[in-house]
């Protein structure tokens, strides 16, 4: 890493796509994501925020990024295909994780 880098500030936005990630380090985090919502809310077009904590070597940061109405449809739509998912994996009598799984040729008590 070169000098110019470590002394980059962490909030500059330095992606061609136009996406102004909020990027600080961890305070107390319930202040610290408060804060980043509020400024994600903030840019044009927002209507939702994602917000995420990345690890790093010297420091955990969270970064946050304010979503487009296109961008939280998109979102949603994988919640609602997780959430689909899950319902078919839950009726699905045959399958079965540990405790839960029934033994061939035994009765329900």
Known sequence: MSNDDANQ???????PDGVQPIVTEVL?????IGRHVMSALHSPGSVAVLTTIVTGINSD????VGLTP???????????SIA????????DEERCIGFQCRVPGTKDA
């Open 28 to 32: 107390p985090i319930t202040d610290q």
């Open 70 to 80: 296109e961008q939280m449809a998109g979102v949603q739509a994988v919640i609602e």
């Open 9 to 15: 500030d962490p909030t500059q936005n330095n992606d």
């Open 84 to 91: 689909a998912e899950d319902e078919e994996a839950a009726a």
């Open 61 to 64: 940061r969270i970064v946050s």
